[in-house]
């Protein structure tokens, strides 16, 4: 799967602090992936600077927009049943504009402007830049539309406008596209070929989060391992570039290393890792600096090696066992995470067990898992059938969640009687006496609140757990704070 779904943030709308001279209103709701959200934060600022303040009012809105997913055909049907929603409101108030931004406007343009006619405008993810011209021309009565892909986007002049209210973490987009054809994904399709963002641009914004207080990033990207700057241009006409380009380039290790020597008390993070693209330069990069965290979300989706070639992934499982094994003996704390997809076309029970036997092998700390759900436009779709019944999907999904669960609670456990550095994010969900946070590991800690604050490093000794989360007592302020 493309990225991370995070369940507690599909539909969130955006509310930013108002610009005092702007007088139109832009409700814009987000669905799929951290990079729409991500996306959500330049379409802020470039309609900012048009004159647009959000609302969280639906109804007041003068332009309604909705950041769209293709990964899931759940996120497809929401969206739908928000732009039946849209329209409703714009009966009532017919100076509403509404359009789709996004993996979904690329694939359906014609569908929703011409034979359903739901929306005014259709914006692909490489096209915001072009949101001015398009709403001009929406404004002078016609339908508008941008889903043109492009080889050098990459929104590196763009400083975001940050989604992120705790005002404490936040994302750095460092590359867009994917070259990787996975057979069951659409992003090559609807985002593009894979291209990185020029690296002077990526420390600027860590040096102005820095400034503005965040307190840790997670740099981002469909591929974050493919990460490949030359001086501008595809990854793939690499071979191409010129001698001085290429002993100049920079890859992910270096930008990584150049991240946590930018900000040294700066937490760094990063996703999404694939298998076939991850070298042992970037583990020894994160071994080295303290301020790079012990974890990694390094997707497998499958533990059959037929199912891999037929999924178009480029490893083994024999390969993967060994970048794990390298992995290990080089950060033997780290934290890794999966994703998981039961029921590919094809799959039998032998591979079905192959899976669980990969998951025993790794115990993963955490995982997100997906029964298959074939995406128009892939290659899967195209090629091959479904043939899985829903009901072996559910109960191998299920299989898939259990041992996780299991494989988590032993996780949790090995933090037990610890001493932890936790940088406080929020409020704990259960509780408005103890503070919420994540350790190196990625792992979510609850300690009380006592005299410390959101933005705080602290040190806490680990006490208890579930299978998800630390509970704990703070000692003291960490040395990072």
């Not at 990033?217 to 010129?242: C, P, R």
Request: aromatic fraction near 8%.
């Amino acid at each position: 799967m493309e990225k991370i779904i995070d369940e507690n943030r599909q539909g969130e709308s955006l509310n930013l602090e108002a610009k005092k001279d702007n007088s139109r209103k832009l409700f814009i709701e987000s669905y799929g992936c951290q990079m729409n959200f991500s996306d959500s934060e330049i379409v802020a600022s470039i309609l900012s600077n048009e004159g647009f303040n959000t609302t969280q009012n639906l109804e007041d809105a003068d332009l309604v927009l909705v950041n769209t997913c293709s990964i899931r055909d759940k996120a497809e049907q929401t969206v739908r049943k928000r732009l039946e929603k849209y329209n409703a409101v714009k009966k009532i108030n017919p100076k509403m504009k509404v359009g789709v931004l996004g993996c979904m406007a690329e694939r359906l343009k014609s569908k929703f402007l011409e034979e359903e006619k739901i929306v005014d405008l259709v914006v692909g993810p490489d096209a915001y830049k072009d949101l001015p011209n398009l709403l001009s021309e929406v404004e002078d009565g016609r339908d508008a539309i941008n889903v043109i892909l492009s080889k050098e986007e990459t929104y590196g002049d763009i400083s975001p406008v940050r989604l992120n209210s705790n005002g404490v973490t936040a994302f750095v987009s460092i590359t867009r596209g994917c070259d990787n054809m996975c057979t069951f994904c659409v992003v090559p399709f609807t985002r593009g070929r894979e291209r990185s963002r020029d690296p002077q641009s990526i420390i600027e914004e860590v040096n102005d989060l820095w400034n503005k207080g965040f307190k840790e990033i997670t740099l981002l990207g469909q591929n974050v391992d493919s990460y490949l700057w030359y001086g501008g241009g595809l990854k793939k006409d690499f071979d191409k570039a010129s001698d001085l380009q290429k002993a100049t380039a920079v890859n992910f290790a270096k930008l990584l290393d150049m991240c946590a020597q930018a900000q040294p008390k700066m937490r760094i993070r990063f996703s999404t890792s694939n298998p076939q693209d991850m070298t042992l330069d970037v583990i020894e990069t994160m071994a080295k600096h303290r301020n790079i965290c012990n974890y990694i979300h390094l997707p497998v989706q499958s533990g059959s090696n037929r199912i891999l070639k037929e999924m178009n992934r480029q490893h083994t499982r024999e390969e993967y066992f060994k970048l794990i094994d390298d992995i290990r003996n080089i950060i033997p704390d780290i934290a890794l995470s999966q994703d998981m997809i039961a029921g590919f076309p094809t799959e039998t029970e032998a591979d079905h067990q192959d899976t669980l036997s990969l998951m025993e092998y790794v115990k993963y700390d955490f995982g997100f898992m997906f029964a298959y759900s074939e995406r128009p436009g892939t290659l899967a779709e195209r090629k091959m059938d479904d043939d899985v019944p829903e009901a072996v999907k559910k109960r191998r999904l299920q299989e898939i969640i259990d041992l996780q669960r299991a494989h988590g609670y032993y996780r949790t456990q090995q933090h037990l009687g610890k001493l932890e550095e936790v940088l406080i994010e929020k409020e704990s969900k259960k509780s408005d006496l103890h503070w919420s946070g994540r350790n190196t590991q990625n792992t979510v800690v609850v300690f009380p609140k006592e005299k410390y604050k959101v933005g705080d490093f602290v040190n806490v000794k680990i006490t208890d757990c579930t299978t998800a989360t630390l509970i704990g007592e703070a000692v003291g302020y960490s040395e990072n704070n």
